[in-house]
């Protein structure tokens, strides 16, 4: 995914933070501008012309980083208000809790995701054995890291990545080397919806990008003809959602029991933001229903439902 220009990246970080942010680094620029450098450049011949020039347009970094101020205050005022109306309840703090089961491997490691929730499937039954049913009914955010203990229990060590919204790998494994990976991971909770061979195909891309020879896609549904034909013709595996219940299930008890109870601790069943860890939150809009993130308008993540 390209890089943005620094000079937006600022704004957009900006527009994100309080307003009083903005302002202060308005402030300080035209200080700099204003007073700073052409008394650090006083003594040069050259650079005197520079700081003389600079004295002159110290407002205009003063008048954008206060107008970016403005933008960044009435957002966050707006989006306050949609919290309340969606809600009904105040907005929640940025340092939520996001109720997630802790692994030391994978501790505040999120990936992106770019899921739509499939609303049919996501039961909040209880399960005392593990099922498709069970599978079904976890989150984008739990089934990869259920994925990535799964590959801890039977021998491996996991690692998931960041990844970008439009693809990339969830979960890396290690055996030997630690600082080479011997497979790459992909997770889809996709029960109502079938992996094609796009995504089959950006898995190997990143295997060649990454050096690595096997990977894996595991998905809580199934698979395309195409999908299933292409990875017959590579280094690749391809998990559905019985099939990976079947792996569960031949594990001992006490591994099934473990995974169990790792998968449906908490709050497993409501989405996790990919960029900030914490639970979503439900919401509503002229297209329909979506999944937002608690900490809008600082952060605008979103998942579509499906059904």
């Known amino acids: 995914m390209a890089r943005r220009r620094s000079n937006n990246g600022l704004i957009d970080v ?48 003063l008048l954008v980083f206060g107008f970016v101020g403005l933008i960044a205050f009435a957002t966050a005022k707006a989006g306050n208000t949609v919290e309340n109306i969606d809600t009904g309840k105040r907005p929640r703090s940025k340092r939520e809790p996001s109720n997630l089961p802790s692994v030391s491997t994978l501790d505040n490691r999120w990936g992106a ?3 739509i929730v499939d609303e049919v499937t996501r039961g909040k039954g209880v399960f005392d054995t593990w099922s498709l049913e069970a599978l079904r009914a976890l989150e984008w ?4 890291l259920l994925c990535a203990k799964y590959y801890e229990i039977v021998g491996f060590k996991s690692e998931t990545i960041r990844c970008g919204a439009d693809g990339g790998i ?33 898995l190997l891309g990143v ?31 391809l998990l559905d959602g019985p099939g990976f219940v079947k792996k569960i299930q031949e594990l001992s008890p006490e591994s099934q029991t473990e995974l169990l109870n790792f998968a449906l601790e908490g709050d497993y069943s409501t989405p996790s933001c990919a960029s900030c860890g914490i639970k979503m939150v439900k919401r509503n809009s002229k297209h329909g229903n979506f999944w937002g993130c608690r900490n809008y308008p600082r952060c605008k993540s979103k998942l579509g439902i499906r059904g």
């Open 170 to 202: 969830d979960v890396k494994l290690f055996k030997h080397d630690p600082a080479k990976p011997l497979a790459v991971v992909q997770c889809k909770a996709w029960s109502a919806r079938l992996v094609g061979v796009k995504e089959v195909r950006e």
């Open 141 to 144: 955010k739990r089934f990869e």
């Open 14 to 61: 900006l527009l994100r933070l309080p307003a009083w942010v903005s302002l202060l680094v308005g402030c300080v620029a035209f200080a700099g501008m204003r007073w700073i450098l052409p008394a650090m450049w006083a003594g040069n011949l050259y650079l005197k012309g520079i700081a003389a020039a600079l004295q002159a347009i110290a407002w205009m970094p």
């Open 113 to 115: 995701s770019n899921q």
């Open 207 to 237: 295997m060649t990008s990454e050096k690595v020879s096997r990977g894996v896609f595991i998905t809580t549904g199934t698979y395309s003809n195409d999908a299933m034909a292409f990875c017959a013709a590579n280094p690749m595996q």
